[in-house]
């Protein structure tokens, strides 16, 4: 069992650019975030879904787009990267529904926008 | 919304000492609160968590007091050792608007000094 995985681990893009981040459970959690993290300011939520076919947005979503087509995965897309978003980006999932609303993370991904 | 603070940003402790760190929150809605470990360049991971429903959880070296209150609650560690040298966060949860609304602290740098 993976648990959750995020790709790619890290990338350098251009400003402009279009780039998707992939992350994908196993745990059939049906809840699923994106964060990103700043030093100095913790983990901020971008989106979330609490299950296939909805999402919702969070605290910094401008510049962000996600999809849940399927309980597994959720992907993050920044149609047009600028320097700003350059962050550490982490996907988390969670039991959202029952007692346990812990939040588990992936690996995350450190992306570079030049 | 929810406003979590963290205190302190930095701390270093002797290997076998104690270390506190304590965060405070605004909404009185908030009834879980994790926290996360984060070494670096790894994901946040969950090292102990309370509910609004319980004063004080132990997990061998780990504590976590709360006072609802008081809005306020605790880490400690004890006995520690080289490998607690890590980034602490705290977090703030809750149901809102349909998803679990987490907050989180802007981190405690701990640092174990053999």
């Known amino acids: 069992i993976a648990g959750i995985t995020q790709a790619p681990t890290s990338q350098i893009l251009a400003a402009g650019r279009r780039m998707t981040l992939r992350c994908t459970q196993d745990m059939r959690h049906n809840a699923m975030y994106w964060y990103r993290q700043d030093l100095g300011l913790g983990l901020r939520l971008i989106h979330y879904?609490?299950?296939?076919?909805?999402?919702g947005k969070g605290e910094v979503p401008d510049g962000y787009s996600v999809s849940r087509a399927n309980t597994d995965d959720f992907p993050l897309t920044l149609a047009s990267a600028v320097p700003s978003q350059t962050s550490v980006y982490f996907c988390?999932?969670?039991?959202?529904?029952?007692?346990?609303?812990?939040?588990?993370f992936g690996p995350g991904t450190r992306l570079t926008v030049l | 919304g929810e406003n979590v603070e963290q205190h302190p940003s930095t701390l270093s402790v002797q290997e076998g000492d104690s270390a506190v760190i304590k965060c405070t929150y605004s909404?009185?809605?908030?009834?879980?609160f994790p926290w996360y470990k984060q070494e670096l360049g790894k994901r946040p991971q969950l090292i102990i968590d309370i509910r609004s429903n319980v004063g004080e959880k132990k997990d061998q070296r780990i504590a976590v007091t709360l006072n609802k209150t008081a809005k306020h609650f605790s880490l400690h560690i004890t006995e520690t050792q080289p490998e607690d040298s890590a980034v602490y966060f705290c977090a703030a949860s809750f149901y809102s608007g349909g998803y679990q609304k987490v907050t989180f602290g802007t981190g405690t740098k701990l640092q174990v000094i053999p």
């Open positions: 879904s609490n299950t296939a076919g909805t999402t």
């Open positions: 909404d009185s809605a908030s009834n879980y």
């Open positions: 988390a999932s969670s039991e959202m529904g029952t007692h346990t609303d812990t939040q588990y």
